[in-house]
């Protein structure tokens, strides 16, 4: 059985392109026109995922190939763009950029090859002329099976240098000029040290939604755009998703200012086994959900809400008391929260939740940005010895001390740092509370959330 919905990918020709821009702009217009558009983030990243979600009123769902594989892809953006008019895909990076610098895993190219979709590249054309007409050249020639089909300058100095742009690229037969956006036709997002700021009405409110949107509508051609993503061939149709379990396991969630790095469709593949899944607030929240069967703490920004964290004790003690008797699962910021302590980059130190023995620290610098294989050493929350799972990790922050002085506690993974074929041991596990530094991608591993569920039940 063969689907489809319209479908766009906005690739870029390098970081800074100005891709992200044009892919909130072109959503922001879309929905401006009373189109049900469901967005798309190539790579693990969690802050564009965000202003998307923002601009398109909607959830927006990573799509990593070298994380999760090209049936899970395919399977999740059958599921998840089936019930809207046209699906917009953000890629990473420049648009051959991934996992590998030899091959496409990973990257934006993979994704729009796997999805049959056609590719708008942008590029920033300030200063150039005939020049793009040879970039285009090369990024159109490279590799098979990805059909660029039409380019946005960005940057551009004036009409003129558009109209110049588009000449180069008609005489050398390349895909056409789409369009081109002046230089500074965009309003700048804010951003901290790992990216853009996270949206929400505050930060990203419909006046500056509106003003992307402006600048597409002035200077795009959108039905152009809708006619391309409409030329996308059929692909095949959703399959059948997991029954639930009859007896619903209750997970919190911590979501708030502090934690807020999750893959969309993890909460969607839990609550399709029957999970029950209860967000709470570390920051503002007294106390913990009633009746939680297992805590989730993700990532985000611990270090901006240290005194708040470290300031509701009532919150602090209950987590504490949980942990004795049911399992609770934290990365990165999570992480951070459960330590003894986390000191900021100003050197003050604020208690944290205390279970995991050892302090972290904030850097000025990038401590670990890359993709990671876990190996499980031992069974762990995620599956049984020898249990293969993919993540990443990006953070500012290290350890101080050794987790391990302290008998009770061990290391459950085996990591392998995909970019430099190195190995360490992390995954920080004592009783049912197991810590790590690594963002794993969950949902792409049935056998993983089925053995988390089934931990959780024996405790009922």
Known sequence: MMAGCPRIVIGGVESGAGKTSVTLALVA????????????????????????????????YNLDGWMMGREYVERLFARTAGVCDLAVI????????????????????????WLKAPVLLVVSAQGMARSLAALVKGYAEFEPGVNIAGVIANQCGSARHAE??????????????IGGV????????RSRHLGLITADGRNTPKSVLDRFADAVDQNLPVDEVIRLAQSAPPLPAAILEPAPVKRPVRIGVAYDEAFHFYYQDLFDELEMRGCELVRFSPVGDAYLPAGLDAIYFGGGYPELYAEALTANQGMRDEVRRFAAHRPIYSECGGLMYLAQQLETVDGRQHPMIGLLPTSTRMLNRLKALGYIEVTLNEASLWGEKGAVLRGHQYHYSELIGDPL????????????????????????????VLASYVHLHLASKPAAMEHFIGLCKRWW
Not at 37 to 60: E, I, M, N, W
């Open 29 to 60: 217009t879309l929905r401006r026109r009373g189109i049900k558009v469901q967005t798309y983030k190539v790579g693990p990243d969690f802050l564009d995922p965000s202003h998307l979600a923002q601009a398109s009123g909607r959830p927006c």
């Open 90 to 113: 953000e890629g990473v990076m420049g648009l051959f950029d991934g996992a590998d610098p030899t091959t496409s895993e990973g990257s934006t190219a993979e994704i729009a090859r």
């Open 164 to 177: 110049l742009l588009a000449d180069s690229l008609k005489v050398a037969q390349l895909p056409p000029l």
């Open 182 to 189: 002046p230089h500074g036709a965009f309003p700048e997002l």
């Open 405 to 432: 002085l302290n008998p009770n506690w061990k290391t459950v993974y085996t990591l392998r740092w995909w970019h430099r074929n190195a190995t360490e041991c992390e995954g920080f596990q004592s009783g049912s």
